[in-house]
Each structure stands twice: as C-alpha cells, then as structure tokens.
C-alpha cells in the first residue's frame, strides 16, 4: 500500500533535510523496520539520492547489480564522491533497527540511546514500521504486547516523559494478517 515509502521519504529523508538545513532545531530518528531489512531501507536511502539528481528510478536490483541494467559510471562516482558527507550525516540523525522486536526491548533501547532530551530544540522521532510485527514478551498474548507499546509506551513514556515524536505504521489488508488495533489496543476489521 506504499506505508513505508511515504513514511520514508517523509518522517524520515524530510525530517534529516530539515535538520539538516536548519540553524535552531536538530534530531535523532529510530527506525525500527520489522519487516525489511536495514540493507533494505539503506537501498531506498541511494536509490532517492540517484533520483534527485538524475530524475528517475532506482529499484533494489539496479543498486545491487543483478541483472542486467547497471548503474552508470556517472551514477556510480555522484554516490562515491558527492553523496558522502550526506550519508556521513543521516548515519549520525539515522538509526535503522531491523529483526525481531518486543515492546520491552524496543523501550529499553530508545530510553538507553535517546539523544540530548535537555535541549528545547531536539526532537526523538520514533518509527516502528509495522506494529503488527512486533512480537510479545514473554507471558504476553500479541493484544497485549501491542496494547502496551502503544498505550503504556508510546502514549504514557515516549510521548509524555521523554518528548519524542512517535509513528507507528500498521498493515492493512494482508493475508498474514487478520487483525488489527488501535492505538488502545483494541481489535478493529481489516481494513
């Protein structure tokens, strides 16, 4: 349904352009990517580099070399020479987690890594692509995990306590998934 791209390109490449254009505001994003690996997300990252400055698309095989279409010897030197101080800078905004998550793990990690929460002009972005995926601690049912990551968490200590920025994706219409939930937890149809 496109979920993720939307949210990278948004939350994600406009949040770290934002930042870094700006004089008065800086920020950390913690991507928690449930379903793609990080090599992934880090593919998608050339690939919107190639198309802002050549104006056309990139898929995965093309950044990879399999198959037969290649990169260009102008594609490959505009990723070695100018995109580095670039990508040297969303290393330093971007934190991309991917595997298998539980709400307790996912907590813990973000409490013990959050990045300069004294200052006015930081904001923690926290993104969890999709909830669906993530899995219950143990004695927990999957309602339960997800009740308590966006209730108890997300809501009550991310939001609230440490000021940071939260959005969660949730897959719609899959077959591998036959329920979804509010942000309370509660059961709701597919969409």
């Known amino acids: 349904v496109g979920k993720t791209n939307w949210v990278w390109k948004h939350a994600v490449l406009d949040s770290i352009d934002f930042i870094k254009n700006s004089q008065d505001v800086d920020g950390h994003i913690y991507y928690f990517s449930l379903e793609l690996s990080k090599h992934e ?3 998608k990252l050339f690939a919107n580099l190639l198309f802002q400055r050549f104006g056309k698309q990139y898929s995965r095989n093309v950044l990879m070399s399999v198959g037969t279409e290649r990169l260009t010897d102008e594609e490959v030197a505009f990723i070695e020479i100018e995109c580095k101080p670039y990508l040297e800078f969303v290393d330093s905004k971007l934190t991309i987690l991917d595997g298998s998550w539980t709400p307790d793990k996912m907590l813990a990690f973000i409490t013990q890594n959050l990045k300069n929460t004294n200052s ?14 993530i899995g219950a601690d143990s004695g927990q049912s999957k309602v339960e995990a997800l009740k308590k990551w966006n209730q108890e968490y997300c809501l009550q200590i991310l939001r ?20 979804q939930y509010t942000n309370r937890g509660e059961s709701v149809m597919d969409k």
Request: avoid cysteine.
């Open 160 to 179: 609230n306590e440490k000021n940071t920025a939260n959005i969660l994706l949730q897959q719609q219409d899959k077959n591998s998934s036959t329920r």
């Open 41 to 43: 997300m880090i593919s």
């Open 120 to 133: 006015q002009t930081f904001t923690n972005i926290v993104i969890v692509d999709t909830t669906n995926a």
